[in-house]
């Protein structure tokens, strides 16, 4: 993480949030990630293919964790 001093400066945050739709083709969600978030992440190339991996905590359903590897 930077930290920034002087005027008007604010610490950086290590997590980006924004709120996205969740599509829906009768099959599966689909999630569309803004490109500006996904070049702070591993999806910074659209050639490369990539494996998500779905992590749902039972006891807290409205939480959704996905952590991506590139496919190999």
Partial sequence: M????????KKLGDEISKT???G???RQFIVRIPKKIS?????????????GII???????KK?????EEKK
């Fill in 55 to 61: 992590k749902i905590n039972v006891k807290d359903k």
């Fill in 20 to 22: 996205v739709n969740i």
């Fill in 64 to 68: 959704i964790i996905i952590e991506l």
């Fill in 24 to 26: 829906n083709d009768k």
């Fill in 39 to 51: 070049d702070q992440s591993i999806l910074t190339d659209y050639e490369k293919e990539y494996i």
């Fill in 2 to 9: 930077v930290v920034l001093e002087g005027k008007g400066m």
